[in-house]
C-alpha cells in the first residue's frame, strides 16, 4: 500500500524560502506515475503547485513557476517542494500526492502539512 | 490558464439526490476526459471519488457517479447520507501537463 507523508517546518519567514519533503513508501517514485505538490489556504479550496514525473521532468502552475522547484531524492524515495521569496499568501496546508498518468488524478494523498509565513 | 467553475455551495435532505457541476474551457474539458472528483471533509486530506470522468475506485459507494457534456463535468450524489457532507472539488487536466482546481463546492446535508 502506497503512502506519502509530508515533513518541514511548519514556520517560515517572510521573503525566506519554503522547503517541504514527501516520504513515499510502498513504490519507487521512479517507477511510474507522477509526484505532485498541492497547497490549499485557510479556509480556501485546492491550488495545483506543480508536478515531477517519474523521468525527472516537472511542470509546474504557472501563476507559481517563477518560484517554485520539485526535485527528487531517489535514494531516499522522496521528492521535495521549494518555494523561495515567500509572503504570508504561501501560508497553506501543503499535500503531497501520487498523480495516476493514465488519467491524471491524484491518489493517494498525504495527510498534509500545515505552513505559516510570518515574522 | 483557465480555470474551472464549480457552484459555491449545494444541499439536499437525506435521501435526495443532488448535482455539482464543474465547467470549464472548452479547449480543456471537452478534449480531454480526465475529470477527476475529490471529497473532503473538515481537516482531512482530499479522497478521491472518481476519475477519468466516470470511473469509481474500489471502495468508493455506488451512489456516487460522474458524467460530463461538451465543456461542463457533473458528480451526482444519490441517496444522500449525512455522512456525505463535505467540501467536493473536480480537476482536469489540460495541454502542457497542466492540472487544474475547481474552486470547490460545499455540500450541506439538511
Known amino acids: 500500500q502506497v503512502q506519502l507523508q509530508e515533513s518541514g517546518p511548519g514556520l517560515v519567514r517572510p521573503s525566506e524560502t519554503l522547503s517541504l519533503t514527501c516520504a513515499v513508501s510502498g513504490y519507487s517514485i521512479t517507477n511510474g506515475f507522477h509526484w505532485d505538490w498541492i497547497r490549499q489556504s485557510p479556509g480556501k479550496g485546492l491550488e495545483w503547485i506543480g508536478s515531477?514525473?517519474?523521468?525527472?521532468?516537472?511542470s509546474y502552475n504557472p501563476s507559481l513557476k517563477s518560484r517554485v522547484t520539485i526535485s527528487m531524492d531517489t535514494s531516499e524515495n522522496q521528492f521535495s517542494l521549494k518555494v523561495i521569496s515567500v509572503t504570508a499568501a504561501d501560508t497553506a496546508v501543503y499535500f503531497c500526492?501520487?498523480?495516476?498518468?493514465?488519467?491524471?488524478?491524484?491518489?493517494?494523498w498525504g495527510q498534509g502539512t500545515l505552513v505559516t509565513v510570518s515574522s | 490558464q483557465s480555470a474551472l467553475t464549480q457552484p459555491a455551495s449545494v444541499s439536499g435532505s437525506p435521501g435526495q439526490s443532488i448535482t455539482i457541476s464543474c465547467t470549464g474551457a472548452?479547449?480543456?474539458?471537452?478534449?480531454?476526459?480526465?475529470v477527476s472528483w475529490y471529497q473532503q471533509h473538515p481537516d482531512k486530506a482530499p479522497k478521491l471519488i472518481i476519475f477519468?470522468?466516470?470511473k469509481r475506485p474500489s471502495g468508493v459507494s455506488t451512489r456516487f457517479s460522474g458524467s460530463k457534456s461538451a465543456n461542463t463535468a457533473s458528480l451526482t450524489i444519490s441517496g444522500l447520507q449525512a455522512e456525505d457532507e463535505a467540501d467536493y472539488y473536480c480537476s482536469s487536466y489540460t495541454r502542457g501537463n497542466i492540472l487544474l482546481f475547481g474552486g470547490g463546492t460545499k455540500l450541506t446535508v439538511l
Open positions: 472548452a479547449s480543456d474539458l471537452n478534449v480531454y476526459n480526465y
Open positions: 500526492a501520487r498523480g495516476v498518468i493514465a488519467a491524471h488524478y491524484f491518489d493517494p
Open positions: 515531477l514525473w517519474h523521468s525527472g521532468t516537472t
Open positions: 477519468a470522468v466516470t
